[in-house]
């Protein structure tokens, strides 16, 4: 079956320090992923994806994310954290056999202290 | 471009009430639409999706219904609200099966009361 997990509900980091936001997956056949971000009482709004090629995408916002096909996992980075970074951020995955249905993690709660 | 337009913002109805939250998309043919719900700023409850006038798909049996009645208008309706219909409802749409990831609306945040 088709799954996504963010295993952490809260990530906290300091201004100007790197953050990871975590994502592993499950899915039959090769996965294009996705992460989105979410400011308050607003739509998701997409980061970046994953289909083939190299494994480290480059998305939005200095925002990048490295796939990593052994360990099923597409964490999100940034090498330099913004207090406006401070956000909900959603992974998520989609089949590329079956049904096709894109699943949606939980979602993990980002806070950047000044 | 492509612009998808949700409303209203903000929404608060009493218990049996009825409801309408609509959701337009401009800029693009033929997109899957879906309607998803979000609880408690977390999660997100995929409700119902669409990949063509008239055709609706659900997934989860609840108080909801969706219908597209053209081909980029996809609106979420109740006969009758419960409390528990409150939420966050978001609209996106995506092109083909969301190999390119999904648009979403801005949202409806919904009160029932």
């Known amino acids: 079956a088709q799954s996504v997990a963010q295993p952490e509900d809260q990530v906290n980091v300091a201004e100007g320090n790197p953050l990871t936001v975590k994502c592993t997956y499950s899915?039959?056949?090769?996965?294009?992923l996705f992460w989105y971000v979410q400011y308050p009482n607003r739509g998701l709004q997409f980061l970046l994806k994953?289909?083939?090629?190299?494994?480290l995408v480059k998305g939005s916002y200095g925002f990048e994310a490295e796939f990593n096909k052994s360990q099923t996992s597409f964490h999100l980075k940034k090498p330099s954290a913004l207090v406006s970074d401070s956000a909900l951020y959603f992974c998520a995955v989609r089949a590329n056999t079956g049904g096709f249905k894109t699943i949606f993690g939980a979602g993990t709660r980002l806070f950047v202290k000044a | 471009s492509q612009t998808i337009h949700q409303w209203p913002a903000t929404l608060v109805q009493p218990v049996g009430s009825p409801l309408s939250l609509e959701c337009t998309v401009e800029g693009t043919s033929n997109p899957n639409l879906y309607w998803y719900r979000q609880a408690a700023g977390r999660g997100l409850q995929l409700l119902f999706y669409?990949?063509?006038?008239?055709?609706i798909s659900s997934e989860v049996p609840q108080n909801l219904s969706a219908s597209r009645p053209q081909d980029r208008q996809f609106i979420l309706s109740s006969k009758k609200l419960l409390l528990s219909d409150s939420g966050f409802y978001l609209c996106?749409?995506?092109?083909?099966?969301?190999?390119?990831?999904?648009?979403f609306g801005s949202g409806t945040r919904l009160t029932v009361v």
């Open positions: 994953y289909i083939t090629g190299d494994n």
């Open positions: 996106a749409w995506s092109l083909g099966q969301g190999g390119y990831g999904y648009t």
């Open positions: 669409s990949v063509g006038i008239g055709q």
């Open positions: 899915v039959s056949g090769n996965p294009y």
